[in-house]
């Protein structure tokens, strides 16, 4: 759905945006892999920002998963039309 790391980021700050403006107790961003300079990027916009790695060679997301396909345009579409 993201073009790139920045697009996938900045997304995200925009959701985490989103939720504050709804005054949750407390806002927890929780990814299981993502870049350190990510991270550093989301940290203030959340209460706690869990992930279960950080590697320090982060390279792309795909490659910290075991099965990680591609997937056209239509088969999001269809999800999420359920």
């Not at 989103?18 to 961003?29: A, E, N, Q």
């Amino acid at each position: 759905m993201f073009e790139n790391r920045e697009d996938a980021v900045r997304q995200l700050a925009d959701r985490l945006s989103d939720h504050r403006g709804r005054h949750p107790l407390k806002l927890v961003c929780a990814v299981p892999v993502a870049s350190r300079e990510a991270l550093a990027t989301i940290q203030p916009m959340a209460d706690e920002v869990v992930c279960l790695h950080a590697p320090d060679a982060f390279g792309s997301v795909g490659q910290w998963y075991r099965d990680f396909p591609q997937v056209s345009d239509e088969e999001v579409i269809a999800l999420l039309r359920g």
